[in-house]
């Protein structure tokens, strides 16, 4: 994101915006994902100590529900010192409202999801580093252990679906976040949505593929088994086990 003549640099090279609006239904907990409860401790603070520590220097700006006074004083609290917005109605509209937020000149952004939590610092600097190396986008990846097929209905009236063909796993890679791009050009990409016809852009499942679509090269570095998202209840007692048995980086 360049700077405008006569504009001083910015106080942060790199942003990280914090996804954290989510309903979180699925948990069944009747409150905002991001305050869930992890070994005491909401998924909103796990997720801020883990930017705080693998990216120190950048400016954390945090995307919450509207209103939401406990999330709001969680991020007032915690030693990152984020600033706050408000989301919207998709996790692309709530990127936007992040992206609004930058500082002119901003060179890098990350985008990261609160519900995954216990992302080790390691991967968020991977990340980074990749960034200072040229990368105009980067996502962290695990490769696909499980057999995957291509189905299609079927006719028969037997089961749910046919299979069409087994793909191969050696190519394929499982996608996690912090994901992260040249600030002008995500700004650029997601300025590019709002002209597209709805169905085109109901397509786009998170920013890297939205840089896929404008044409931009997505590199990969490894991401972390530990970086899961928290998006059920088995997800969540997962996570609690991890925290208990007091997880670490596996690289």
Request: aromatic share 2%; proline share 7%; hydrophobic share 45%.
């Amino acid at each position: 994101m360049p700077t405008e003549q006569g504009t001083p640099p910015p106080a942060h090279r790199t942003a990280v915006i914090l996804v954290a609006a989510g309903s979180g239904t699925r948990l069944g907990y009747g409150i905002p994902k991001a305050l869930v409860p992890l070994a005491g401790r909401s998924l909103l603070e796990h997720a801020l100590d883990g930017l705080a520590t693998g990216c120190p220097d950048a400016r954390v700006i945090v995307v919450l529900p509207e209103g939401n006074a406990e999330l709001e004083g969680i991020c007032s609290r915690h030693r990152s010192r984020p600033v706050t917005c408000t989301g919207g109605a998709t996790r692309n509209d709530s990127v936007r409202a992040g992206l609004a937020r930058l500082e002119p000149g901003t060179e890098f952004v990350l985008v990261h999801d609160a519900a995954r939590a216990l992302t080790p610092p390691a991967v968020f600097e991977r990340v980074a580093d990749a960034l200072s190396a040229g990368a105009e986008a980067v996502i962290p990846v695990l490769p696909v252990i499980d057999t995957i097929k291509s189905v299609q209905p079927a006719s028969a009236g037997i089961g749910e679906g046919i299979v069409s063909s087994t793909v191969d796993r050696a190519v394929l890679r499982a996608v996690q976040t912090p994901q992260g791009f040249n600030a002008a050009s995500l700004a650029a990409a997601h300025a590019a949505v709002s002209s597209w016809k709805p169905e085109r852009a109901e397509k786009v499942t998170d920013d890297a593929m939205l840089m896929e679509m404008n044409g931009i090269t997505v590199f990969t570095v490894h991401g972390s088994a530990l970086g899961l998202k928290v998006t059920t209840k088995m997800d969540l007692l997962l996570a609690e086990a991890l925290v208990a048995n007091g997880y670490e980086d596996e690289a």
